[in-house]
């Protein structure tokens, strides 16, 4: 690992700088930085530990379309294209010549353009340096002029290529410096804390993640041994935390052999699966939704207060993972209702004013909005959070139709007046929610600050709290006394294992 070896989340905005200058224009229009000039971005780092996760984060926030490959899928013909027979035609004589069709990766470019109708994009090529002996030379021409075969990546599309050193592949290849002096390059390593952040965004269950709060070294793993290879990594991790969440609405066993499917390293699957049993236990002994609804509890205070230090932080844990719950409802309903009322603000005025009925208009705007969805999906920018959030919203717009469907165009103020009543309903709903919500935050201070007022316990709670988007935005739009309070003593991050280390002293 270098000095300049990045994070992550460190990469993700660096790839976003990047784009925005190759995609920027001068007064004449043509590019700041020349097409040729423009160098692929190499991303070298561990296997799992986000590299192709953060592809669609970077197409969605920069507005542009994403095609993903993996490249190792292909061979020279897919890549390059097939050779053809052209006859031509030079000094008055004829040759057959030998020429190719358009490479299927090319293809594709304009496809998703097609569909997306996104004139920019990424091409995302993974595992870039474990490509066959006969399809090496290729990329190697390809990363360097941004051709395949006699066909060129088309303007306004960046490349970004990601691999994987040597120690975790032992089929990779190396660059030659011709190459690398023609590529941008950024290392990136494994990084608890800006995977902890993401973890958060996207709800992974509580369980691993107190459990790596005590056992980072866990986080990401590759050894070798006599049996092949051991190793957990990121995603792993998040995809086990899928499995579990799953499993336990339809009261599935969690075993180690189901734990070790995910997390290939025989003693850290042990060990994980005895911790999450134990946090099981913990969750059905914790009344934490009791609590949080505002539920006296003086023996789960006595026993939190003379708890060690691995059940502590299980608690805070499963504070944390309620908490997260119901901070990502309350984001998402808001979210849905945002893209509702922007709706109804344009068909207010048409209402009022057009020969078409109320339904018809509802309906122009609820097919517009599928179709935007549809192009988003296209252009590889949808995410996970966009579609559950986009299908919600289409939701609340259909039954708006439903219940317009009785009106006539020359009754449009009457209907827009029946719609506004159900939003207003949903709107206080939101509010009543929002409002349980603040009040389960300001309830888990309360009971907490009864074992760990002023004590470092409660600056790792707040810590958390302030490492979860999805908190911040929620005390950033509706407060929370309670944790402005605390945040003021807020330590950073980085004093967290000391933290830690002095709790578990204290327990000692």
Partial sequence: MNQYTMTIKEAKQEILHTMQVYLSKNKEGRYEIPV????????????????????????????VALVSYTITHHTRQSAIGLPVIREKEYDGQSFSVTEYTMSEIIASIYEKMQQSHLSQGILFLDEINCVSETLAPTMLQFLQYKTFGSHRVPEGWVIIAAGNPPEYNKSVRDFDIVTLDRLKRIDIAEDFTSWKEYAYGHGVHPAILSYLDIKKENFYQVETTIHG????????????????????????PITTAVVHQYLQHEEIARDFSSYYDLFRKYKSSYDITGILQGKDAPEMVSR?????FDEVLSVIGLFLGALGERFGETKKRDSVLTIVFEILQRLKGQFASSAK????????????????????????????EGESTGFAASQFLYSYQNMLSSFSSTEGEAAFGEIKKAFSVSTEEYEKLAEETRTSLTNSFLFLEKIFAGRPEMVLFVTELTLNPQAAWFVTEHGCDKFFEYNKELLLEEKK????????RLKL
């Fill in 304 to 308: 939190l207060a003379e708890a060690p």
């Fill in 36 to 63: 040729e000039k423009q160098r692929p971005i190499l991303l070298m780092g561990p296997p799992g530990i986000g590299k192709t996760a953060i592809m669609e984060q970077i197409a969605a926030e920069a507005d």
């Fill in 497 to 504: 294992a000391k933290l830690q280390e002095q709790i578990r």
């Fill in 229 to 252: 290879e051991d190793f957990v990594t990121a995603r792993g991790w998040e995809d086990l935390s899928r499995l579990i969440i799953s499993y336990e609405k339809q009261s599935l």
């Fill in 357 to 384: 009925t109320p339904t018809e208009l509802l309906s122009t705007e609820l097919e517009q909005f599928e179709q935007n969805q549809q192009k988003k999906r296209a252009a590889g920018q949808l995410t996970e």
